[in-house]
């Protein structure tokens, strides 16, 4: 195991903690094809509630967006870098699986992290290919690899990346089936880049 501390020094000053503990184990995994990382890189439309497609600048989505998209970073030449398609992803934190179904680009992966016997929190990992082992119901080690992110459907611009949501509900709210039933069910939405949220996800147990 290489010492996470002699990884990338990128800016962790402005970062949730879990982006930071996400990014260094994304960049373990997938070496070598995540070298010399400093910086994510957001185009306008991948950041939460953001309407822009990146992939068709100057269009909107038809909704805002529900979540970050991880696609592409900055490395320290300062060129950009995309993600590989089969890039390995890592689960934020321990939890269990909920749902599990498919998203225009591959799968969506529910993982509920918290449950206070009142309201559930989680993320969704969504555009991914699951490991064949990740099924409903099984439980989830931070860090465990849940799978990777999905290739391109054709050729364009709308690259592989990771799409994360982070949720919140009530104990009694169903797990989502599909994108439609998450705009439907009383879902909370959270801003994933929130420093307010990372001071409540660092409760999770
Ligand atoms: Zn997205």
Known sequence: MKNLN????????????WLIEFTRRLILLNQPFIQNFKAWHFQPGM???????????GSSRPA?????????FIDKAGGLVYLQ???????????????????????SLYIIHNNNGRQQSGVIYA?????????VGRMIKAGEVVGVT???RQPGPLRPH????????????????????????????????????DRRHKKMP
């Not at 002699?6 to 903690?17: E, G, M, R, V, Y």
């Not at 805002?64 to 592409?72: A, L, M, T, W």
């Not at 555009?127 to 099924?135: A, D, F, L, V």
């Not at 599909?178 to 009383?186: G, K």
């Open 6 to 17: 002699n990884l990338p020094s990128f800016d962790k000053t402005i970062q949730p903690s």
């Open 47 to 57: 950041r939460f509630q953001e309407n822009d497609q990146w992939w068709r600048p």
């Open 64 to 72: 805002p967006h529900e979540g970050v998209d991880f696609c592409c």
């Open 85 to 107: 398609p089969e890039c390995g992803i890592p689960a934020l934190f321990k939890g269990r699986v909920a749902a599990l179904f498919d998203d225009f680009l591959g799968r």
């Open 127 to 135: 555009h991914i290919q699951p490991t064949p082992e990740i099924t």
């Open 150 to 152: 999905a290739a391109q």
């Open 162 to 197: 990771l799409h994360l949501t982070m949720c919140r509900a009530a104990v009694n709210v169903p797990p989502p089936t599909n994108w439609q039933t998450i705009h439907r069910l009383p879902i909370e939405l959270i801003n994933p880049l929130s420093r307010q949220e």
